[in-house]
């Protein structure tokens, strides 16, 4: 398998990951010495006479991270504003963005790093990622079936405005009965 194809692999598991699921562990800082270490020695497996572009895959990476991670921060549904998109604070997200570069470039390098540096660089993604379907947006969200979402909205609205209705008539019932009970008693 070559690196390319190594990197679409991990590519099409990161497109399938939900970011809701990818939000639910905060990753730690690493160790600053350890990770120069590695770091350092990634460097050297990327230096070889038919290197791959470490750089461009990690600004790529970064890049796509970013993209999906401002597009859930403010989003209007059908119930209402989505104010609690992420709760994730801005360190935790660049953690996870470094997580992701890093898993990116062990799968290009896979083959020339040693399995312990390839298992170091992919450890902080497959922590993150290990939470499948346990992510919350906090908003109901009916995107994925549109036949429904238009009966559930209009359910919802018809029976609060009834609602509203309701509570309105009591209102005014309850009002007459005590105003007939005040007439009574003069």
Do not use: Y
């Amino acid at each position: 398998m070559t690196p390319g194809d190594r990197l679409d692999a991990f590519l099409h598991e990161l497109d399938r990951t939900k970011l809701a699921d990818l939000e639910v562990l905060a990753l730690p800082e690493p160790d600053p010495e350890g990770r120069a270490a590695l770091l350092a020695r990634v460097a050297e497996a990327a230096a070889q006479p038919d290197a791959v572009d470490v750089d461009g895959t990690r600004a790529g990476i970064r890049e796509l991270m970013l993209r999906r991670l401002s597009g859930d921060g403010f989003r209007p549904t059908w119930a209402g504003l989505n104010w609690v998109a992420s709760p994730m604070r801005i360190e935790d997200r660049a953690w996870l963005i470094v997580a992701v570069e890093d898993a990116a470039v062990a799968a290009l390098l896979e083959d020339r790093l040693d399995p312990d540096d390839v298992a170091a660089l992919r450890e902080p993604f497959a922590i993150a990622s290990s939470m499948e379907g346990a992510g919350t947006t906090g908003v109901p969200d009916l995107s994925g079936s549109r036949l429904a979402a238009a009966p559930v909205t209009a359910l919802a609205v018809s029976a609060g405005s009834i609602g509203g209705l309701g509570i309105i008539a009591a209102i005014a019932a309850f009002l007459r009965r005590r105003r007939r009970r005040l007439e009574q008693d003069d």
